[in-house]
């Protein structure tokens, strides 16, 4: 599942199957956390906090399976690009603070 804000578009999750959207109240949603697994692959349900939209909830559907022979090509067309060098620590310092 897909867990995204209501104000940014997730490009990950393909939308195609989409029927209708649902709408439940957050404390329908945190009551009944079941009504999740009835929605079908690509379906959208907007939990709603006060009236406004707060969550947007897609169902993702199953990823096609990777060979390692692909796994590999992908992975070492990632790594083969140069990248900008990233302090992780100083990173994570900042993060802290």
Not at 8 to 13: A, G
Not at 16 to 39: A, C, D, G, N, Q
Not at 47 to 57: A, F, Q
């Amino acid at each position: 599942m897909v867990l995204t804000s209501a104000l940014k578009v997730d490009s990950r999750v393909s939308n195609v199957y989409v029927s209708h959207v649902k709408l439940l109240t957050m404390r329908e949603f945190f009551h009944s956390p079941t009504l999740i697994k009835s929605l079908h692959p690509g379906q959208t349900l907007t939990v709603t906090s006060r009236g406004k939209p707060d969550l947007v909830v897609t169902k993702a559907g199953r990823r096609p399976k990777k060979t390692a022979a692909e796994l590999r090509r992908e992975a070492k067309a990632l790594l083969s690009k140069p990248g900008r060098k990233v302090d992780t620590v100083a990173l994570l310092r900042r993060l802290r603070q």
